[in-house]
């Protein structure tokens, strides 16, 4: 039978002015540089701070670890949040954090670094959870688009804090080249402000109510905007999301991700210098590449939805070029600066899809929170073991055949679960 209170049908969102829909734009990327960028800094100047602070390598490999475990672990505790302050809410908490925990890692000793990268890691985990959300919120109808720029913004945002640390910190040291991200930060509040008054005032001169609470308590993350469906209709599996065999599916097509990016970024440079014997700026070119060539693949998941309608040509195509890494370091590593390219390719197309798959797997906005919560809380707990598994391989056998295997697994995984996962059609709102 049906319910007495049939649930309402979701509301068109306003349409926002040029202006409007330009910040909210703006707003995305300068909140994909806030979740990446401080993350990337600290790795350049890794030998400074633990010299200066006096703690083993171990100790500061703990600062680079603990944001991948908040990413994963803290996930549930970032959707409680988002859902007790309100989506947009979340988003500048996110922003306030990072600003926090940026200024709090360069203020003191070792236990001020750690303080501040625990809360860099939750504060980032409430925005990996609330962006996608506001993206299928804010675009509904460009959710494959604004995922690619939000995704290619943190991979630019990386190479660039990669870069340009070091370069600071030469000339005034490591704490202020860590504090001067924090400037980020700063420019991107009142952008956030002035892109929910453009979205407040479209709605007010369309006379749309404002969101009203979820049914979980959400204020501004109820079904006000609807998410991008499946094209087949009946699609959406009517179950809690939790219940759902291809939200956990794509939790460990995300795993598979995850791991790889992690493992691949955390021992490549060293790959590079052993098989190779390159210097060690030659083999951090590898990161480099790597980083940059992920636009080409965020981009190209929204060319390849838009042209075929097929989420899962998008996953293949992604993990061939996940796979062209580990087989191509085998068979011809001096060529490295081609795998690495591929595979970075691959690795922004990946998150992509996945994040794109998950959106298209819900059917408003609440739904969109709680399956990116499970999708990326448990697909970022798998990721965080990527470097310790693959340099176990390489301990354990002394080599580096057995790390590209593990590597080339985890492609695998990407594979076996992404394809059932992701949607076998896909079309954005309209």
């Given at each position: 039978?049906?319910?007495?209170h049939p ?5 068109t ?5 040029p202006?409007?829909?330009?910040l909210?734009?703006?707003a995305?990327v300068l909140?994909?540089l ?11 100047v890794a030998?400074?701070?633990g010299?200066?602070?006096?703690v083993?390598?171990?100790a500061i490999g ?5 944001p991948v ?13 988002i859902?007790?302050w ?10 306030l ?9 360069s203020?003191?000793?070792?236990g001020?670094a ?5 809360v ?6 409430v925005?990996?959870i609330a962006m ?7 675009f509904?109808?460009?959710?494959g688009?604004?995922?690619?720029v ?8 990386s ?8 370069l600071?910190a030469?000339?005034a040291?490591?704490?202020?080249a860590?504090a ?8 991107t ?5 002035l892109?929910?008054?453009g ?10 109510p404002p ?6 308590g ?5 079904d ?6 499946l094209a087949?209709?009946?699609?959406v599996d009517p179950?809690?999301v939790?219940?759902?065999p291809?939200?956990w599916?794509?939790a460990?097509a995300?795993g598979g991700q995850s ?13 590079l210098?052993?098989?190779l014997?390159v ?10 590449v790597f980083q940059v060539a992920a ?12 042209t ?5 040509v998008?996953l ?5 070029g996940?796979a062209?890494l580990?087989?191509?370091?085998l ?13 970075g390719?691959?690795q922004?197309g ?9 959106v298209?797997?819900?059917t408003?906005?609440?739904e ?9 809380g448990?697909?970022y707990?798998?990721g965080a073991s990527?470097p310790?598994v ?13 790390p590209?295997?593990v590597l080339l697994g ?5 594979l076996?679960a ?12 309209r």
């Amino acid at each position: 039978m049906p319910p007495d209170h049939p649930r309402p049908a979701p509301r068109t969102p306003a349409r926002p002015t040029p202006r409007a829909a330009w910040l909210a734009v703006t707003a995305v990327v300068l909140v994909a540089l806030n979740v990446r960028g401080p993350l990337a800094a600290l790795p350049p100047v890794a030998g400074e701070v633990g010299a200066d602070l006096a703690v083993t390598a171990g100790a500061i490999g703990l600062l680079t670890t603990l944001p991948v475990l908040c990413f994963g672990l803290a996930s549930p505790l970032a959707s409680a949040l988002i859902a007790r302050w309100g989506l947009r809410n979340a988003v500048l908490g996110c922003v306030l954090g990072v600003l926090a925990g940026t200024l709090l890692r360069s203020a003191g000793g070792y236990g001020a670094a750690v303080a501040g990268t625990l809360v860099l890691g939750l504060a980032i985990t409430v925005g990996n959870i609330a962006m996608p959300v506001l993206v299928a919120e804010d675009f509904p109808a460009a959710v494959g688009l604004l995922t690619a720029v939000y995704t290619a913004a943190f991979d630019i945002g990386s190479t660039a804090t990669t870069a340009l640390t070091p370069l600071v910190a030469a000339g005034a040291g490591w704490r202020p080249a860590l504090a001067a991200w924090g400037l980020v930060a700063v420019v991107t509040v009142p952008v956030l402000l002035l892109a929910r008054r453009g979205r407040a005032r479209a709605a007010a001169a369309r006379a749309v109510p404002p969101p009203e609470t979820g049914e979980d308590g959400v204020a501004g993350v109820a079904d006000a905007a609807p998410a991008p469906a499946l094209a087949r209709a009946g699609a959406v599996d009517p179950r809690p999301v939790h219940r759902r065999p291809a939200t956990w599916l794509l939790a460990l097509a995300f795993g598979g991700q995850s791991f790889s990016y992690y493992g691949t970024t955390a021992w490549l440079p060293e790959l590079l210098a052993d098989q190779l014997g390159v210097s060690a700026s030659a083999a951090g070119a590898s990161a480099a590449v790597f980083q940059v060539a992920a636009v080409a693949g965020a981009f190209g998941v929204p060319l390849v939805l838009r042209t075929t309608g097929r989420p899962r040509v998008a996953l293949w195509l992604v993990c061939a070029g996940w796979a062209v890494l580990p087989l191509g370091l085998l068979a011809a590593p001096e060529l490295w600066w081609v795998w690495s390219a591929v595979a970075g390719a691959a690795q922004g197309g990946g998150i992509t899809v996945v994040l794109v798959s998950a959106v298209a797997r819900s059917t408003g906005s609440a739904e969109v929170r709680r399956t990116g919560t499970l999708v990326q809380g448990a697909g970022y707990a798998l990721g965080a073991s990527g470097p310790f598994v693959v340099g176990a391989a390489h301990d354990a056998t002394g080599g580096w055949t057995a790390p590209l295997a593990v590597l080339l697994g985890a492609v695998g995984v990407l594979l076996l679960a992404g394809t059932p996962g992701v949607p076998r059609r896909y079309a954005p709102a309209r």
